[in-house]
């Protein structure tokens, strides 16, 4: 149980177009899901909160109109990259809350040319 | 705030060593403790949890035990093997419900661990 999967793992995309990267939680409710994001051979950065049903809480200096998330559904989360450029290029994380402990997505690999 | 220190890496060791993975933290409230790994090209994937002093964590072979009064977690394996190469975070999350970080996760900046056979 408490499996979390994203889609898709990923993208490539040209510069200036928007991506999508969805977040289910395949097994269980999630009110909140997290979106990290990941540069190499660091640590995850917290993006957001995403919380069913109401606007997302961004962290300091996470543009909000350039990360768009949206929670429509207590096992769906969605992060859009809009106007995507090459200094987006990242690995994207989620994550849902289940009793206690929180479960990760794969991740979404995303390359912006 | 809370924070996350783990012992710096690389490690790198033979198969069947032991590992030992230091993480100390600071916290102002009532955090549960965790340990990630993950995998080349993989998120997270939980190892192992304590939620309270004393309680010890542990699966596939690693352990980490609550320490509060050194406020420590570390996490040790008797035998590593080829298969556990992989970057291993340390974790921290305010449980307390209520508090204005309820949920959120304070990450150590992860360890990467190479096992040679």
């Known amino acids: 149980g408490a499996v979390v999967s994203q889609h898709p793992s990923w993208v490539i995309c040209k510069s200036g177009t928007s991506v999508k990267i969805e977040c289910r939680s395949l097994?269980?409710?999630?009110?909140?899901m997290f979106w990290y994001r990941q540069f190499p051979k660091q640590s995850l950065m917290l993006m957001a909160t995403?919380?069913?049903?109401?606007?997302?809480?961004?962290e300091q200096g996470v543009e909000k109109d350039k990360f768009l998330i949206n929670h429509a559904s207590l096992t769906l989360s969605t992060l859009t990259v809009t106007s995507a450029h090459p200094e987006d290029s990242s690995f994207y994380i989620c994550?849902?809350?289940?009793?206690?402990?929180?479960?990760f997505g794969p991740g979404t690999r995303l390359l912006v040319l | 705030g809370n924070s996350v220190t783990q012992m710096e890496g690389p490690v790198t060791l033979s198969e069947e060593a032991f590992l030992t993975i230091n993480c100390t933290y600071t916290a102002t409230g009532y955090p549960s403790l965790f340990w990630y790994v993950q995998y080349p090209g993989e998120g997270l994937q939980l190892l192992l949890k304590a939620t309270k002093a004393d309680d010890k964590g542990s699966n596939k072979g690693f352990e980490a035990t609550y320490r509060k009064e050194t406020t420590s977690f570390h996490l040790e394996k008797g035998s590593v093997q080829v298969s556990d190469s992989a970057v291993y975070f340390c974790?921290?999350?305010?449980?307390?419900?209520?508090?204005?970080?309820?949920?959120?996760?304070?990450f150590g900046q992860g360890t990467i661990l190479t096992v040679h056979p």
């Open positions: 097994d269980f409710q999630a009110t909140t």
């Open positions: 994550s849902a809350r289940y009793q206690e402990t929180q479960y």
């Open positions: 995403s919380n069913e049903g109401s606007k997302a809480t961004y």
């Open positions: 974790v921290l999350s305010e449980s307390h419900a209520g508090g204005t970080s309820y949920g959120k996760l304070t």
